[in-house]
């Protein structure tokens, strides 16, 4: 019987200077703010927000099952901070690239989910909502891997369905050069090699660069 998917929200505890170093990088050097590491902490903290909400509803509704995923806290801090944020199940990411912190998740979610298809997201998306994370839970009861493209060539959003899930060797996860504009087509390369039947989600605008603030300031 297939499984409830495992909505997994990877998260990083949005501490000053530990995150969003892009950002903070050009609102000290471009707009020459001070204290450009706190605001962008605190934009973190927002989105993080944003995006939990609209996974609880999903929760809530019973399309999903929340996992959230945290980097950047020990055990029992990040298990406060996702009380705080509404989260039943709280996980610990390892250390490394975003290849191997998915992919460890992945494995997390194949060992205590069997049966379940799995969804992984980030929390950098102002835009993100229900109607496109519903369409992705729809395309997994065909598609085998689903991908939301970002404009800077990555992706928001992975999904793989519970038979991909239970093929870690089919995973196109190895061999990505993480962080270049390059991730997506190298994603869909491996898929292809693989035979996997893809699903794509609309495209959306993460938020890494003071330029990715423009929609939402202008």
């Known amino acids: 019987m297939r499984g409830l ?3 997994t929200v ?5 501490a000053p200077g530990r995150c969003k170093r892009r950002l903070t990088r050009d609102l000290a050097q471009r707009l020459h703010l001070r204290h450009s590491s706190r605001r962008s902490a605190r ?3 927002r989105l993080t927000i944003h995006t939990m909400s609209v996974v609880r ?3 809530v509704e019973g399309y999903a099952q929340p996992v959230f995923a945290v980097s950047g806290l020990a055990h029992r801090a990040a298990r406060r901070w996702g009380e705080e944020l509404g989260a039943d199940r709280v996980w610990l990411q390892r250390p490394g690239s975003l290849g191997s912190r998915m992919g ?3 494995r997390r979610i194949r060992a205590d989910f069997p049966s379940s298809p799995a969804l992984l997201i980030g929390t950098d998306l102002p835009s993100l909502n229900r109607p496109d994370l519903l369409s992705a839970i729809e395309l997994l009861h065909n598609k085998d891997l689903i991908l939301g493209p970002s404009s800077d060539g990555g992706y928001w959003l992975l999904g793989l369905s519970a038979g991909l899930l239970r093929q870690p060797m089919r995973w196109p996860l190895g061999g990505i ?7 997506l087509d190298q994603t869909l390369a491996q898929a292809c090699a693989s035979s996997l039947t893809i699903g794509l989600l609309p495209q959306h605008q993460d938020i890494d660069r003071l330029s990715d603030l423009q929609p939402w300031t202008g």
């Open 5 to 7: 998917p495992v909505l």
């Open 10 to 14: 990877l998260a990083r505890w949005p």
């Open 43 to 45: 934009l973190q903290g």
């Open 57 to 59: 509803a999903l929760a």
């Open 104 to 106: 460890h998740l992945l």
């Open 177 to 183: 050069n993480w962080g270049s504009d390059a991730v």
